[in-house]
């Protein structure tokens, strides 16, 4: 029977010398999703995902890779996890085709290169070295080194930092794939709209903790509430239209005809402040409903200010 | 590419394949590079046609390709597993290449093994050329092949382990200027081209301990004076081998 976790890391710590990077963090990665790790930088997304894959010692705490111990089981492990490093990685003089068949040729039952290279648009330049490719070719021939050998796991570290609308979406799209073939994919990612767009999984990474972990939808609907915006007559009185809305919403007249909703806006919401309206003579016009983003999520966890 | 493509069929490929490929990318990249070619290739050929044939250096009796002949083909192992593998190496240290490769299925010891090979392959390419030049210009060598190959290959070990100690541990921009630095001056105080016994006697004895002057010196004691086995000389190169891998096996850094 296939195991329920790739990954489990349980209390894991990680110092460098006085810098405690990540400090008893615990992440589950669920076979076959994928998995978005988010935070600022510095955050130590990228040390949790290093430690997994075998570059660092935990200094406390165990961390299991496929049910092996990424340091002890480095060998049994390194074939069946696929890597994408932030950067490098390759031979400054070798040509992305060569490289590219280089780690397939290290595997057992490898990707056809050429089919690969043509699927992430690098056909063209294939026989181009690899300081002479752009920022997103480089980064794509990584993606395909981390995927050549048909991994049961893939740890892409920032996948889409520096590409280009269309490259990202056909990242997006690969990742997609992977999951339906069931390989199980670990991302680290400052853009929300990919961890909202991709992910199964969100883990949101601040000073070396988890700080929240849910699915995109669950994580939006928890904490940070929607709002509700409409215009119409000035003056309405809000008091009666809350006691026909579920407790813990709030109403407010922002300016003279202008007002807000903020709780938990749902469809029945919505139809108890139409209906209401109705009831009243009031005809609102300019109804928006905003739901809040990861983003927001995002920046109410971990705080609006930037981080060096 | 379609629906099941991409379904894990996880595994490594056999060591033999692994060690094969990375050593025919190991060589690629050294003979690809401009700047390790000048180094490998142009320096040595120059030096032992330039000197071989205009009579500038004072290469004591006998002619001066006989002595030359030697000394450039320690210079030649020097450039190669010294000088060339060092660079290379701090370069794939700071491009994450060593980092990047520890993720593959190939074992460090097996990526080490191949970048031995590769180092070997070259000298052997290196050995031809300079041969076929030296044979040219009337080379006439003596002695023990057996002697010859023990002294290259310890010499390889010697200048291995340095090169490695020293990409493994500075920065790659550090490593290139050092490498260079050192390279040319064993180049000159090494018996490469100049004797040593051109050199005061005291300063001689030291110079006389550096892995380059035991690689040129025992060469020369072989291919130009016959002598069957030079054990100084390997005795020397074989306490820089163990001492040089030693402190790379102990010090180097991946990343």
């Known amino acids: 029977m296939k195991s329920e976790s790739v990954v489990q890391v349980r209390n894991l710590v990680k110092r460098y010398g006085p810098k405690t990077a990540v400090d008893g963090l615990d992440l589950c990665v669920r076979t076959g999703t994928v998995t978005a790790v988010l935070g600022p930088n510095g955050a130590g997304k990228t040390t949790t995902i290093e430690t997994c894959e075998g570059y660092r010692r935990p200094d406390d705490g165990t961390v299991r890779v496929l049910g092996l111990d990424p340091v002890t089981e480095a060998a049994k492990l390194r074939p069946r996890v696929g890597v994408m490093l932030q950067s490098g990685g390759v031979y400054s003089g070798a040509r992305a085709d060569e490289m590219l068949r280089h780690m397939a040729k290290l595997h057992a039952d490898p990707l056809n290169v050429d089919a690969l290279m043509e699927r992430l648009g690098l056909g063209s330049c294939g026989r181009t070295t690899y300081r002479r490719l752009s920022g997103g070719q480089q980064q794509r021939l990584a993606l395909a080194m981390a995927v050549v050998g048909r991994p049961e796991l893939v740890f892409l570290d920032e996948p889409t930092a520096g590409l280009d609308p269309q490259a990202r979406r056909s990242t997006w799209d690969l990742v997609r794939e992977l999951r339906a073939d069931g390989v199980s994919v670990v991302l680290t990612t400052h853009f929300m709209d990919e961890a909202e767009e991709l992910a199964d999984d969100v883990a949101v990474i601040d000073a070396g903790k988890v700080i929240a972990q849910g699915s995109p939808e669950a994580l939006c609907r928890g904490g ?12 309405l009185d809000l008091g009666s239209l809350l006691k026909a809305l579920p407790d813990g919403t709030e109403a407010a007249e922002l300016t003279s005809g202008t007002y807000r909703i903020s709780g938990d806006v749902d469809p029945q919401l919505l139809a108890t402040v139409t209906s209401w309206c109705a009831q009243h003579g009031v005809m609102p016009s300019g109804i928006s409903v905003e739901r809040h983003t990861l983003e927001d999520v995002f920046l109410e966890l971990t705080g609006k200010e930037l981080r060096a | ?6 379904t894990p069929q996880a595994g490594a490929a056999p060591l033999s394949r692994m060690i094969t490929a990375q050593t025919a990318l190991e060589t690629r990249m050294l003979l690809r590079n401009g700047e390790q070619l000048l180094l490998t290739v142009i320096i040595p050929t120059l030096l032992l046609v330039l000197f071989s044939a205009v009579d500038i250096v004072d290469t004591g009796a006998g002619r001066s390709v006989d ?6 083909l320690a210079l030649a192992v020097m450039s190669t597993a010294f000088t060339g593998q060092a660079i290379a190496t701090g370069f794939e240290r700071r491009y994450g290449v060593l980092k990047r490769l520890g993720a593959s299925p190939l074992p460090r010891w097996a990526l080490m093994t191949a970048k031995t090979l590769a180092v070997l392959v070259t000298e052997v390419l290196q050995v031809v050329l300079l041969t076929v030049i030296a044979f040219a210009f009337g080379w006439s060598p003596h002695g023990n092949p057996f002697a010859v190959l023990m002294l290259l290959v310890l010499g390889t070990a010697a200048f291995s382990g340095l090169g490695l100690l020293m990409a493994g541990t500075l920065k790659a921009e550090a490593t290139l200027a050092a490498a260079n630095l050192v390279f040319l001056l064993l180049l000159v105080g090494g018996g490469v081209i100049v004797p040593l016994d051109k050199f005061p006697d005291a300063v001689q004895s030291v110079l006389g301990l550096l892995p380059i ?43």
């Open chain 1, 224 to 235: 940070a509430e929607n709002t509700l915006r409409f215009t119409g007559r000035p003056g």
């Open chain 2, 1 to 6: 590419m379609s629906a099941g493509t991409y």
């Open chain 2, 67 to 72: 002595f030359l002949t030697p000394g450039i």
């Open chain 2, 213 to 255: 002057a035991a690689l040129s010196d025992g060469l020369r004691d072989v291919l130009q004076h016959g002598a069957s086995m030079p054990w100084s000389d390997l005795g020397i190169l074989a306490v820089w081998a163990v001492l040089g891998l030693g402190a790379a096996a102990k010090f180097f850094r991946w990343e």
